[in-house]
Structure formats: structure tokens, C-alpha cells
């Protein structure tokens, strides 16, 4: 396989990206190779070498435990669980949650192998315990909400108080694509679950 | 209950329905399409307008491929099941696509559908933006077909049975389909926790969940389309016999006997407690995809024991009662393709479809070997002669 070739096969990887637009993507950045396609190299190369899952809690960041974590002024007691590093960011731009996170990094399924350990499920329940209150914002889509279901059940034993969003989040909806006053007011509203 | 998820059903049967009505009835009707390598096309066009489409040619002129090309403007396998790749034109240069402006009472929509390289599952544009899955086309058409295959179905297993049932579920429910997809998705990781002895009961207890709120919410779409129907054939007249129907199965039984709450809590259960014979079956003991449609004559004899036209009649009768009710309440005729429907009624039967047809102002795609069994339709249809791969207006 040629170069060019191997670039657009994994362009078309990327999410919301198709061979086609694999193509169009590696052809815009061969045009600019200055202004894009090297600067983009580098900062690849350096995302590689310096970018981490935090152990403790999923998000990504260039130091382990994240900079989230090993922020003391963040409530320890008070988790937030999502699906993903994009939903944290999501929340976290609302500036109205003072506490830590866990990232699941995706949603159960069977049929693609991830279970409970991929999702790092005993990591949380072990966080849980020293926890008062666990706040479960997963996507209100099927899976997120089939692997809701199931995190709180793992959670009962904790003796942390287990809450959901409000239901601002509409139906099928993922956190990433609301705007920042609906999700801070989901957050603010989280009830029992 | 644990976990988040509405119950599903709730005020979500017939959406627009009250509106639609207040409209003039209008029909669906596919007024261009496109098959690009699809079975025995190469690449052919057709334009067409709201009448019926008669399509004649000799055997394995490519009739039935063309139907099956406008099946696939509804979710699901299309009316032959096929594997995806396998409607792939032999020796073409690429996958198949099959490409269709429809007509409707919300104007006309542009769909698109096919296989496309790398892609698991069939791929799907309304007006030209990627849909997320198959289920969308059931929001803009509703496609009802009878095929000769279909002459078994009331002797054969349920499967098909159910399947023909939520076709016409579709066309009350879009949102019927969806469910469908979550429900049989659930199940299959379900059956795959169970397979791998993991069995975790926690990730059982989700899966069954989603799998009584959504199974429950498919029992209740069948059961109330098979009312429906079963009332709109009774005040059905001419020579095409009442049929008596009625969707039946556990779930089914759960909702004649109490709440639908009460029944979901009841498949709740009923999954937790089967869960090692599941194990050992690798389905499922209970739910939806073990219901059935049964189907009676007027004196109540099952439809199974009757002649085999006396069968054919008791479909056709199904099919038009549901043409006539799409049109009442969603005010669109659905698209009906009838293959080689006409070779086999007697004279009095295909003369009172085709009064049936134009009456009910329905675009029903008709196939045959021989353009003279239509010729009473006249100009009330348009006439498109089918051969190698061309298709021909008349
Ligand atoms: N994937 C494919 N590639 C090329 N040709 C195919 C493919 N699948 C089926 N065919 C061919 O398409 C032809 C037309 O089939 P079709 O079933 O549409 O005929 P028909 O007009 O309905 O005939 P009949 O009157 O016998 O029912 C057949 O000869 C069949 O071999
Ligand atoms: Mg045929
Ligand atoms: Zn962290």
C-alpha cells in the first residue's frame, strides 16, 4: 500500500469520515503542507507521546492523575460518571459541577466484546465507596441508558447516593450536543434514580 | 424502575394522525427511479405518475427484481430477504443503489438507499443527508407487497407472518421499526451474555429491561393494527372475502389481561426466570419475536385450511383493507407491490382488484408475463415493458 494510500485509509477511520471524504481530507492536506499538514503531524506526534488516560478516572490529559483529579479544591465526594472524554468536556464547560469524574470510554455491549472491566466498571465501584453522591450522565440513547441501568444497579452496594440529569436531556440525545444552559440546568435538577 | 428510558409507547402511536385526516387523502407514489447495478441492471431510469404501473415482460425479464428494488424504500431485507451484497449486479463495477423521488402528502421527498464498500448494514439518504439508520424511510413510505412466495405464509411459521405484520405496522407506526431494531438488538446480546456463561445478572437485568419496555411497546402496535384491520375488513364488500385477524402470543395475552405496566413487569420476570433454559436454547422464552398473526375466514376457519385462492383472496382482502385505512388515517395510500397478482385470480377477482386499485387512488406496482391480463385497467395505468435490463414506457 502506497503512502498516500495508507494516509486515506486512516483518514476514512475518523469519526463521520468515509472513504470519500478520506480522500478529500488527505488532498486538503497535501495542498497545504505548510500551514496544515506538517503543523498537524507535529501536533499528532506530540498528542502520541504526551497524551494519557488518567488511571483514576479516564479523561485525558498530559499528566496522570489528570489535572481534574489532582485538583483538591474538586469535591472528591460528589463523581460523575459519562460515556466519554467529549461528554466531560461537555459539562465542564457549563461551570457549574464541582466535582471529579469517570469516564466509561463507551457503553455495554455484548456483541463488540465490552463488558463491565472495559468500562472500567470495578474502578468506579471502588471510587464509589468513598464517595456521598454518584451522578449518572449517560447519553439518553438506548445504550447509554441500557448501561445506566446497569451502573446503578453495581452502585446499590456502595451506600453513595446514586442521581440521574434531569430529564432536560431530550430522548435519544447525547450530552456533547447540548448547549450549556440546558445541561448546567439537568445538572442542577439531578433527581434520585 | 432503575435506569432512565421513557417507556416508549406512550402517545406515540399514529403521530399526525388527526391532522392528516383533515387533509384530502393523497397517495404515495414514486414518481422517478433510478437502479444503479442492481440485480439485472446495469443502470435504468423510470419516470412515472400516480397511477398503477403495469409491468410486463417474459420470465426473467427482470420484474421482481424491479419490486424488490422499491421494497428496499422501506426498512428491512426487502421482499426477497436478501443478503445485502447479493442484490450487487454479477460482474458490476461496484455495490447497488437504488435511488427514488417520492411523492406524498408532505411533498416529495428524494431517498436513497443501498450497499456501500466496507458498510455492514444497508445505507440510507432522505434528501440527500446521511440517515442514521434504515428505520427513517419508514417516516416518509409505507410499502406493502404480496409476492408469490407470500402463498405459504398462512401455512408456514410465524416468522413471516409477524414480519408481514409489522409491515403493516410500519405505515401506522414509523416508529414501529426503530423499536424492532432495539428490541431483536437487545436480545441478541442478551442470547450472547448467555452463550458466554458470563452471566453477569446485573447486564441481564438491562438487556431485559430494554427488552420488556420495547417488546411490550410491539405487542401493543400488533395488537392494536390487527384490531384495526380486523374491524376495517369487516365493512370490506365485493367478491374479496372478510378476513378475521388478530395478533396473538404471551405478550400479546399480558395486555389483554392488565395494564401495560403490569406487562412489562411480567417479561421482566418471565426473562430473568428462563434465563438458564435460554442459556441452553440460545433464544429467548418469552417476548415478540415468538408472536404470531392469526388469520380467519368469516365462518372462522383458519386461513390455512383454505384453497390456495381462497388464501391468496383472504391476502389481498388484508392488503386493501390497509390501504383504505393508511389513507383514512395518515392520508396516503401506501405503495403496493402486487406480483404477478393477476395470473393467479379468476376474471370476476382481478376485475374487482383492479376496481379496488383505482378506487382507493393507490400507485400499486403490478407484474406479469402478459400485458393483455391488464388490459381492462386501460388507460387508467401505465404500461412499462420490461426486458434485458430496459424498462420501456408504453
Ligand atoms: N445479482 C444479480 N446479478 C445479475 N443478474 C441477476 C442477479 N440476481 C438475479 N439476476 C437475474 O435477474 C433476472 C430477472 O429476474 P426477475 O426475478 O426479476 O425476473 P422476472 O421478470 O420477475 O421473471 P418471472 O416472470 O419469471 O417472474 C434473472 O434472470 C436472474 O438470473
Ligand atoms: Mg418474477
Ligand atoms: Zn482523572
Redesign the interface.
Known sequence: MSDLERLVQLLSKLPGL??RSGRRAALALLKRRETLLEPLAAALAAAARNIRACSECGNLDTTDPCSICADARRDPGLLCVVEDVADLWAIERTKSFAGRYHVLGGT????DGV??DELRIPKLVERARGAREVVIA?N?T?E???????V???LGETGASVT?LA?GVP?GGELDYLDEGTLAAALKARRP? | MAGGGETPYIGAMFPGAAEAALESPARLSVSRLALTRFRSYDSARLEADGRPVVLFGENGAGKTNLLEALSFLAPGRGLRRARLAECDRVGGAGPWGVAATVEGPRGPVRLGTGREEGEERRQVRVDGAAAKSQAALAEHVNVVWLTPQMDGLFREGAGNRRRFLDRLVFGFDPEHAQRVAIYDNAMRERARLLKEGAGDPAWLAALEDRMARYGVAIAAARRDVAQRLDAACATAAGPFPRARLAAAGTVESFLAEGPALEAEDRVRAGLAASRRQDAETGGAALGPHRSDLLVSDARGLPAAQGSTGEQKALLVAIVLAHARLQAQLRGATPLLLLDEIAAHLDATRRAALFDALLALDAQAWLTGTDAALFAPLGGAAQFVRVADGTLIPQ
Do not use: N
Request: charged share 10%; no cysteine; hydrophobic share 40%.
Open positions: 468515509g472513504p455495554l455491549s455484548a456483541i463488558g463491565p449517560l439518553a438506548v447509554g441508558q441500557t448501561t445506566a441501568h446497569y446503578a444497579e453495581r440521574r430529564h430522548v434514580l
